[in-house]
């Protein structure tokens, strides 16, 4: 089965850049649509961007637009989210994805094959 393991969360100030990783294995990678979400304190997880089996398309929410990126390597097995200009708002433990279906990605009800365990960003002065 799909496993799913991130890295690269941490405490950051405002305006910093951060980088998390996650690292796929028990499945074929090349194959599977992968994205980020988060969950914010108090809040329900939220989509934040997607990227095609083959890295060629990407999507972001409307929030992270310009902040974010997510890339993929389909030789090493990996999906990253580059955060820049952080904000307190962007705040939550960050959950790697395992996606059926690229499109629809942000959609309620999508179907996630695999998450990963979280890790924690904290954006704080």
């Known amino acids: 089965q799909v496993q799913l393991v991130e890295s690269g969360g941490g405490l950051v100030q405002p305006g910093d850049s951060l980088r998390l990783s996650c690292k796929y294995s028990?499945?074929?990678?090349?194959?599977?649509?992968m994205g980020w979400f988060r969950q914010a304190p108090g809040k329900e997880r939220e989509f934040v961007a997607a990227?095609?089996?083959?890295?060629?398309?990407?999507y972001y929410a409307a929030s992270v637009q310009g902040r974010f990126t997510i890339s993929r390597d389909n030789a090493e097995n990996t999906v990253d989210l580059q955060m820049r200009s952080l904000e307190p708002e962007d705040t939550a433990v960050y959950y790697c994805?395992?996606?059926?279906?690229?499109?629809?990605?942000?959609?309620?009800?999508?179907?996630?094959?695999?998450w990963g365990q979280g890790t924690l960003v904290t954006v704080s002065s």
């Open positions: 994805a395992a996606g059926r279906n690229y499109y629809g990605m942000d959609a309620p009800g999508t179907i996630i094959d695999a």
């Open positions: 990227i095609s089996w083959t890295g060629r398309s990407t």
């Open positions: 028990g499945g074929t990678f090349s194959n599977q649509p």
